[in-house]
Every structure is written in structure tokens, then in C-alpha cells.
């Protein structure tokens, strides 16, 4: 991975909107009081998507003052995480997964589609439509090779890609046509592409007894 920077433009200031700090408030409550700082990854989150998919320094600011924690504690944790981005995002950012299963199962062709469709990594496209990153292992293996793209819509998973349908997904998204996440081969999650092969006896399910629960006349499964 490369080194992450602050980006070279920033805006001049930035403030947290009343709909952040109720969301943030939610949060701090989670943890005892005084330990505000513990809710600073939720935190980064909420304040990226009011900023408009990436963090500027001002709003790195604006959140430590916010916990009462240093800047370089704020600034180290959105330096490690490639979910925080540093620099201005397109309105769809691809994250693609360049880790070993992925990268075995064709994420370097991936890589390509995203270069030749959104153009250099870290980069945003001329439309500001697209940009694209590349980032380890999102969990996902069983799946392979995958990506997330966040947009309006959410933070989703596309995953069984290949040149084809990767680049079919992304001219659907840049023709605003409606897309399905999850696997893009058509299989059920992630059972086998010919269906699922265990526990899927028939009947294996009826023997399953109904009881009460004490005192409360509801059926527990
Ligand atoms: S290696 Fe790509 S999701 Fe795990």
C-alpha cells in the first residue's frame, strides 16, 4: 500500500452539521464517560459521509476538537484505514481487493478495467463519476475477485467479477442504471455456482418441535 497523505488542496474550514453531532452523540454514549475519544472510527465515518466521501484536514480538526483528543491521534487512525480517504472521491468510489485470493482469481485484470474505464489509481474520473483505489483483504474471499463501491446508494459488495461483468457494472452505474450488489456470476451467496450441496435434505427441518416459553405463551422455534 502507499504512503497516505493529506490531500494538496483543502477546503478553508469545515464545521459539523446538527444531523453529525446528533448521530456522534449516539456514539459517544456507548463508551464511559470521559473515554469520548473510543468512538472516534464511528465518528470519522458519519463526518466523511457529511464531507462528501473523503476527509479534509479541517474536518480532521473539527473532529478532535469535537472528542477533546489530539490531531495526530485522529490523524494516525485515518492514515491507517483505507475506508477513510484522503482526497476528494468521484460518486462512485471503487475499493478493489488486490489481496492473494482476489489477486489468484484475476484482480489484476480488474485493475485494468479500472484504468482503462476510470483512469490512474487514487485518481478521480474527468466526469467525476468514478474513482478507484486499490485495498486489502474486505472479507469477502469466498467470492473472489471483488470490490466495494461507495455511493448514494451505500457501501456495497459486487463480487464473482471478471473483465466482463466488472466492466458491464461500472457502464451501468455511469449510465445511472440500477445494479445488484453481492455476486455479479448469478450463484446464491456463497454456496457452490451449482447450488448448495449440504444440509439441504429434504424434510431435514420438519422435525424441528415448537415450544412455549414460560409464562409468556409465545412459540420459541
Ligand atoms: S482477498 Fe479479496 S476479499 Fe479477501
Redesign the pocket.
Known sequence: MSARRLAKDQPDSFALSAASKKEIAVWIKKYPKGRQASALIPVLWIVQKQAGGWLPAPALEAVAAHLDMPYIRVYEVVTFYTMFNMAPVGEHHVQL???????LRG?GDLKKVCESKIGPKGSVSADGKFSWIEV??????A????VQISNAAGDDYYEDLDVENFGALLDDLAAGRKVSAGPQNKRHTSEPITGAATLNAKGMYNKIKKKKLPNTGKVKS
Open positions: 481487493c488486490g489481496t492473494t485470493p482476489c489477486w484482480a486489502e483483504c474486505l472479507g469477502a474471499c467470492n473472489a475477485p471483488m
